[in-house]
């Protein structure tokens, strides 16, 4: 099975600050990797895919890179509404593993 | 608008069978996989199989292989999860999501069904 592993899993930010989070593949997966926001009490949203396309709709300050093994989500300018849990997952494979998941805390 | 609804939140004991429902609408449902993912309170998110309603193909997440099942209607656009005995450790929120692609992602998912399963 592909493992991903999600850094930080905690990160603790202020609004105007820019964040990247990082997710690591135990093995590579090309650019099959997908990041989701969730905020609590919803389901999940899809925000990139292919490692770097913005689904349609996600405001542009959101941006994601990689390939192979290691991939960056980056938020440009945080804003109020991005406090959130943010995943990773590949689908390399049909085995649609998440990472574990980072959640973004206002400072 | 491509929607997915899934059945409203369930208490069961442990030992009784149990059949969740999402149901998909404005989009050709046969065309897309459906997958269904878990999230244990606190937790995070756990892909547990997906089924394509076109031909009922299924795969499974070893994890959860043998311990429910997927299926689905096309007939009346719906995927189901089912347990036949369900156990305190299977209470969680289940989302049912259309795989927009194999290889780009889940997208939209359903609003969530929570499961609790308690003596």
């Known amino acids: 099975d592909i493992q991903l592993t999600q850094s930080p899993s905690f990160l603790s930010a202020s609004v105007g600050d820019r964040v990247t989070i990082t997710c690591r593949a135990s093995?590579?997966?090309?650019?099959?990797l997908a990041w989701y926001q969730q905020k609590p009490g919803k389901a999940p949203k899809l925000l990139i895919y292919a490692a770097s396309t913005l689904q349609s709709g996600v405001p542009s300050r959101f941006s994601g890179s990689g390939s192979g093994t290691e991939f960056t989500l980056t938020i440009s300018s945080l804003q109020p509404e991005d406090f959130a849990t943010y995943y990773c997952q590949q689908l390399n494979s049909y085995l649609y593993t998440f990472g574990q998941g980072t959640k973004l805390e206002i400072k | 608008e491509v929607q997915l609804v899934q059945s409203g939140a369930e208490v069961k004991k442990p030992g009784e069978s149990l059949k969740i429902s999402c149901k998909g609408s404005?989009?050709?449902?046969?065309?897309?996989?459906i997958g269904w993912v878990r999230q244990m309170p606190g937790k995070g998110l756990e892909w547990m199989g997906i089924?394509?309603?076109?031909?009922?193909?299924?795969r499974y997440s070893p994890s959860f292989q043998g311990q429910v099942t997927i299926s689905a209607d096309k007939s009346i656009s719906t995927a189901y999860l089912q347990w036949s005995s369900l156990k305190a450790s299977d209470t969680a929120m289940y989302y049912c999501?259309?795989?927009?692609?194999?290889?780009?992602?889940?997208?939209?998912w359903g609003q969530g069904t929570l499961v609790t399963v308690s003596s």
């Open positions: 999501a259309r795989l927009f692609d194999l290889r780009i992602g889940f997208d939209p």
């Open positions: 089924i394509y309603p076109g031909d009922s193909d299924t």
């Open positions: 404005g989009y050709s449902f046969t065309s897309y996989w």
């Open positions: 093995q590579g997966i090309s650019s099959y």
